[in-house]
DNA sequence: ATGGCGGTGGAGCACCGA
């Protein structure tokens, strides 16, 4: 089984990429955010197209996620608990059936939480208070499950290329990845460090100013594990090679895999 | 990055992202 993370940019935008990759490397269940839509305009039809379940959670012109999959979801919930008044469309959670019981996924796309000092950044941190809460939750069922989507947290200084040129920024900030680490002492597991220890692993790479061209990329788009889902984690991949193709996403798609049967 | 790029809405250019 495999769970993939691609936050997309624009679903109308991209919908001709996410269909290649989709065909390309067969993901069991997709997280999308920043589908920039609402749910009556997200391009399902190419997607069921292809073999999937689409669920939406979508918004307008702003954030937005879906889930994708290929089995059928036993159910599917909208939004983070926490905050009624919440009104973007950052969070969504689907369990799927699978030979040896249920795995269930949440789809998040973090808020970026920039400029510092503002309401923006406050968001960020009480939206990841809120993230570690719901988390405490799902631990509780003692299940395999998984977190993935864009969270806007550069772990480590190893995981951007100038880690220099972000101090002043949202995403690096010691607030950001101490709550990043809380998640991860709850018990969950970072995919992608569960493999290697490698630098030079990024995600995202600005539009601007060639940060492509000169591999100034951070890694941001994660994949956290439920105890039960680390156990059977066999592999993952960053489809790097997304961007470079012609209007890429500035993000790039990670899977993780796993020796759960279908 | 004193934000140069790309997306959205809506028909200018402001706002947002990271």
């Not at 991860?184 to 601007?208: K, N, V």
């Not at 439920?226 to 991949?237: C, K, M």
Request: glycine share 8%; charged share 25%.
């Amino acid at each position: 089984m495999q769970i993939a993370t691609f936050n997309v940019n624009s679903v109308k935008q991209r919908i001709g990429h996410l269909c290649d990759w989709l065909k390309d490397v067969s993901p069991d269940i997709v997280c999308l955010q920043e589908i920039k839509c609402v749910d009556e305009a997200f391009p399902r039809m190419e997607i069921e197209a292809l073999g999937y379940n689409v669920e939406t959670h979508g918004q307008k012109t702003f954030n937005g996620v879906a889930l994708l999959s290929k089995h059928p979801f036993d159910e599917v919930t909208r939004g983070l608990p926490g905050d009624d008044d919440d009104q973007q469309a950052r969070y969504i959670e689907g369990v799927v059936s699978t030979k040896t019981g249920v795995v269930r996924v949440g789809g998040l796309y973090l808020p970026n939480g920039n400029p510092l000092g503002t309401e923006k950044f406050t968001y960020k941190l009480s939206w990841m208070d809120r993230l570690i809460a719901h988390t405490k939750t799902l631990l509780a069922y003692e299940e395999p499950f998984v977190l993935a989507g864009d969270y806007n947290v550069i772990p480590m200084p190893l995981d951007a290329k100038n880690p220099d040129a972000w101090t002043e920024d949202a995403l690096f900030q010691p607030e950001s990845r101490a709550k990043f680490r809380e998640l991860l002492a709850l018990g969950l597991t970072d995919a992608l460090r569960a493999t290697t220890d490698e630098g030079g692993l990024y995600t995202f790479w600005d539009y601007q100013a060639g940060a492509w061209q000169k591999n100034n990329g951070i890694r941001i788009d994660h994949l956290l594990l439920s105890p039960q889902a680390a156990d059977r984690l066999t592999g993952v991949e960053i489809d790097k090679d997304m961007r470079a193709r012609e209007k890429p996403s500035d993000h790039v798609p990670v899977r993780a895999i796993f020796d759960i049967p279908m």
